[in-house]
């Protein structure tokens, strides 16, 4: 991220001729908004340009990248085993992280006190909902506010005996049915 907006400057100043971006009101402010005000002018039409979204750098800076569940991702519980919070440890399949359907192996971070799991155990988990994008198989895409597991034991039953929000029907070919069946909203 810093290398890409280090680049990302370079070519704005390039292309502005200089370090300072010239603004409406008179005044040059530096162009990382030594300043305070981010007063673009001219650099946003560049930006534009460049495939970049209309509003100039801050925008570009404020996107959030969606990726794949990898070690250290923090993720919510959604059924009533007594975990609260997980933190990914190890994707059991692929190179890159985990998505939708994939088991991962995660520490509980937040637990209810007279829950079936406690904080600080080791528990095998099942990817139901996450914030980066897939394709299905019409041609739309499905994408989640949060990165969401159900918790499973070895044998990838859940640990829960209830499913809260909705699940992608994609578990399915995963052969995950059960988790499908405990969900109220299957989406």
Request: aromatic share 4%; with cysteine; proline share 3%.
């Amino acid at each position: 991220m810093a290398s890409s907006l280090m680049k990302l400057t370079r070519s704005v100043r390039s292309a502005l001729g200089g370090f300072k971006a010239p603004s409406t009101d008179g005044l040059s402010l530096g162009l990382m908004g030594h300043y305070g005000n981010h007063l673009w002018g001219s650099s946003t039409i560049f930006l534009e340009s460049m495939g970049f979204p209309i509003g100039g750098l801050h925008q570009v800076l404020s996107q959030q990248q969606r990726t794949f569940i990898q070690m250290r991702t923090s993720l919510k519980v959604v059924d009533n085993s007594g975990a609260k919070r997980v933190m990914c440890i190890q994707a059991l399949k692929g190179r890159k992280g985990a998505r939708l359907g994939d088991t991962i192996i995660a520490s509980v971070k937040e637990a209810h006190p007279r829950g079936k799991v406690k904080k600080g155990e080791v528990v095998y988990c099942v990817v139901v909902r996450a914030a980066m994008q897939r394709q299905r198989c019409d041609g739309s895409e499905i994408k989640f506010d949060d990165n969401a597991v159900v918790l499973v034991n070895k044998q990838g039953e859940p640990i829960g005996t209830r499913v809260f929000g909705p699940v992608p029907h994609e578990l399915r070919r995963k052969k995950l049915v059960k988790i499908l069946t405990l969900a109220k909203h299957v989406a």
